[in-house]
T-cell receptor, first 113, second 111 residues
Framework: DAMVIQNPRYQVTQFGKPVTLSCSQTLNHNVMYWYQQKSSQAPKLLFHYYDKDFNNEADTPDNFQSRRPNTSFCFLDIRSPGLGDAAMYLC????????????FGPGTRLTVT | RKEVEQDPGPFNVPEGATVAFNCTYSNSASQSFFWYRQDCRKEPKLLMSVYSSGNEDGRFTAQLNRASQYISLLIRDSKLSDSATYLCVVTLNTGFQKLVFGTGTRLLVSP
């Protein structure tokens, strides 16, 4: 059974048109992460939530926002997507903030036209 | 300098071969070390943790050298299904355990 679910798996949006990616988890984990992974590059952490506490990485552009309305769901909002934002967006979870193994969802591949 | 560096490959090996990947990390304060496997267009999945004493899981052996800031992964008796990208990962304690990924080493096992 899927534990970390991401929808949609493929998303096409237009340059400048806001887009929201969603992640849900059935693990009841406290911590949820969003990563951006471009082709042939390492996953790059954008931000994470520890419960409702939001933690932004220093180099994450303001164009990227996130919401976590409850334990199970977390959203990634890209306010004005640029061509450079085309990437795979990965959601991951861990039970507690110090936990080491992260459980990844299958990712959403974003195309910007 | 990248925090975690790996040879991107690809490493092309025949079935049954033994192949070794290396990884170096720059932050001596790195706390934990892992190898993740990522198949094409899929999410990363934890392969194994890496300890200074070395650890083995079937055909896979991982080793850590803290003094040299060097991590290795050895795969014996390669299978076609081992074809994937292998990501070297370290954690930094920045108030939480932050995973820092290398760009990965691509392995192609051929019949």
């Amino acid at each position: 059974d899927a534990m970390v679910i991401q929808n949609p798996r493929y998303q096409v949006t237009q340059f400048g048109k806001p887009v929201t990616l969603s992640c849900s988890q059935t693990l009841n984990h406290n911590v949820m992460y969003w990563y951006q992974q471009k082709s042939s590059q390492a996953p790059k952490l954008l931000f994470h939530y520890y419960d409702k506490d939001f933690n932004n990485e220093a180099d994450t552009p303001d164009n990227f926002q996130s919401r976590r309305p409850n334990t199970s769901f977390c959203f990634l909002d890209i306010r004005s997507p640029g061509l450079g934002d085309a990437a795979m967006y990965l959601c991951a979870t861990t039970e507690v903030q110090g936990a080491q193994e992260q459980y990844f969802g299958p990712g959403t591949r974003l195309t910007v036209t | 300098r990248k925090e975690v560096e790996q040879d991107p490959g690809p490493f092309n090996v025949p079935e049954g071969a033994t192949v070794a990947f290396n990884c170096t990390y720059s932050n001596s304060a790195s706390q934990s070390f892992f190898w993740y496997r990522q198949d094409c267009r899929k999410e990363p999945k934890l392969l194994m943790s890496v300890y200074s004493s070395g650890n083995e899981d079937g055909r896979f052996t991982a080793q850590l050298n803290r003094a040299s800031q060097y991590i290795s992964l050895l795969i014996r008796d390669s299978k076609l299904s081992d074809s994937a990208t292998y990501l070297c990962v370290v954690t930094l304690n920045t108030g939480f355990q932050k995973l820092v990924f290398g760009t990965g080493t691509r392995l192609l096992v051929s019949p």
